[in-house]
């Protein structure tokens, strides 16, 4: 048998190109589905390094404080990761990438683990002093009760005492007089006649009342419910008494027999009708009496 050599050579090239060809495409295949599943992977990772931040961000958005410095820092820590974002959506992803983002994310992690730690500090510092301000108002308010209360429970033993340590009246007399036709004063039951009011009275023995020299007012209120012979007003804390006569008496703890005259026609007759007359200590009323003139 007879080999042509040039056949043989031509032969053993073709099958080497063959082989080649073969392994060359055998590698190509093998490095698109390399690089196929780098990109894929590449893709995942760029897209859970986002879904971390968005979650990140959703968490600061929640979060408010008063503390300007802490809100300074969250707006900050946010800026970075919105930055992050913006990086991560305009550049080419790779590995070198991800990695610097995923570890710039574990320190914004850290980060906002602090910084939630000092603002739940600070939210529990104002929670107890809040209550203890509600602790401190109750305790306010059950004081300004109980004040006013004392102040109620005082009130009502100043006025018993004030009332247990008045002087009292007995035998409250009135009668219209005519003093300027003679010596003696004669009782008239006509207005027009009358110049003067006689008041007497007796100041009972009160073993509770102060002794010493007691000023006594005397009102006198006619018809038209105006003031009688109108000598001034007297005020004692809030109140005004406005008085027809006063008359000072020197009280021993003895009953004392009073009496006062009071001129009623110094610039007009009297009109005919009821007469009202009160007698006062201070403002507190002793007692009053009632006449009649025609």
Known sequence: MIVNPQLFNYRLIIGTLVIAIVVLGSYSFSSYNTLKNHAQFVK????????????????????????????????????????????????????????KYKS??????????????????????????????????????????????????????????????????SNIDVSAIITNRSTYDIETENAHEAD???????????????????????????????????????????SELIFSGKTSVNYRNQNLDVCTKINVNQKQKLKKGNYLISVFHDDFKLGSSEIILN
Do not use: W
């Open 196 to 238: 003067n009011f006689e008041v007497c009275f007796t100041v009972q023995q009160n073993a509770f009342t102060p002794e010493g020299n007691k000023d006594i007012y005397v009102q006198i209120l006619g018809p038209d419910a105006n003031v009688v012979s109108d000598r001034g007003a007297v005020t004692f804390g809030d």
């Open 44 to 99: 995942q990772e760029v897209n859970l390094v986002q879904n971390e931040l968005s979650d990140m961000i959703a968490l600061y958005d929640e979060v408010s404080v008063d503390n300007n410095e802490l809100a300074s820092q969250l707006q900050q820590s946010k800026a970075r990761m919105h930055v992050i974002m913006d990086s991560l959506r305009a550049a080419k992803a790779n590995f070198p990438l991800i990695s």
């Open 104 to 169: 710039e994310i574990v320190a914004l992690n850290q980060e906002r683990i602090n910084l939630f730690k000092q603002i739940q500090t600070i939210q529990n510092q104002k929670d107890a002093l809040a209550q203890e301000a509600e602790h401190a108002s109750k305790k306010l308010d059950m004081q300004a009760n109980q004040l006013t209360m004392l102040a109620e429970e005082n009130q009502k033993l100043t006025s018993i005492v004030n009332e247990v340590t008045a002087l009292k009246l």
